[in-house]
């Protein structure tokens, strides 16, 4: 069975502070996805790797994955109460389905 | 991109009921998928629905209690059957476009299902 381990499982920072999220797997995956999901909504793409190694930027946010494409990690910068909600990983193993991360809760405090 | 609808938003059923939940897209895509996510916790898939063929199911999902339609490439439907208090879960279509790895996935709202 294929898991995705997410740490942080739940978060509770200051403004201004910076954070980071790890979503750590054994398996391979093809690509690796970011989702934030805010209450009552369905979870919004923030970023999807592809390349071992990859690093790309959104804004205050910095998302790595794995030089094996086995984790990946997102780091904020600097975070604002809009960054509260609920962080999810997802794993593509080549098969088109989508494995999930366990999810981070992470709350910011103004 | 994708935008995806879903029917109804939330629900409060009886048990022994069944739901069916609606979800539409605005453009034509192979691949849906629907999601469960129980209170405070992650996605867990159900099954994959592929349009013209029958749904493939997730281990621990079976097919009489999950019953799934995919009439056409814009539309399928989720119905939760014989509904008990564990079934309680918000319940979530999303569409793949892409593909080779680079695929971008997009959720509807959700349908938030309580049973009493």
């Known amino acids: 069975t294929q898991l995705l381990e997410q740490s942080p499982q739940f978060l509770s920072i200051q403004e201004g502070e910076n954070l980071t999220v790890y979503c750590n797997s054994s398996?391979?995956?093809?690509?690796l996805q970011w989702y934030r999901q805010e209450p009552g909504e369905g979870p919004v793409l923030l970023v999807t790797?592809?390349?071992?190694?990859e690093v790309k930027k959104l804004k205050r946010l910095t998302f790595q994955f794995g030089d094996a494409r086995k984790d990946s990690s997102l780091h904020i910068t600097a975070a604002q109460p809009g960054d509260t909600g609920l962080y999810l990983c997802?794993?593509?193993?080549?098969?088109?389905?989508?494995?999930f991360g366990t999810g981070t809760r992470l709350k910011v405090l103004a | 991109s994708a935008v995806i609808s879903q029917k109804p938003s939330r629900d409060i059923c009886q048990r022994g009921t069944s739901l069916t939940i609606q979800c539409q897209v605005d453009s034509q895509v192979t691949m849906m998928f629907w999601y469960r996510q129980q209170p405070g916790q992650s996605l867990t898939l159900i099954a994959t629905?592929?349009?013209?063929?029958?749904?493939?199911?997730e281990s621990g999902f079976v097919i009489d209690k999950f019953p799934i339609s995919r009439p056409n490439l814009t539309f399928s439907t989720l119905t939760v059957s014989n509904m008990s208090p564990e079934d309680s879960s918000i319940y979530l279509c999303?569409?793949?476009?892409?593909?080779?790895?680079?695929?971008?996935?997009?959720f509807g709202p959700g349908t938030r299902l309580t049973v009493l």
């Open positions: 999303s569409v793949a476009s892409g593909g080779g790895g680079t695929d971008t996935q997009y």
């Open positions: 790797v592809v390349t071992g190694g």
């Open positions: 997802a794993g593509e193993p080549g098969t088109y389905k989508y494995i």
């Open positions: 398996s391979v995956f093809s690509s």
């Open positions: 629905a592929n349009q013209g063929s029958e749904a493939t199911y």
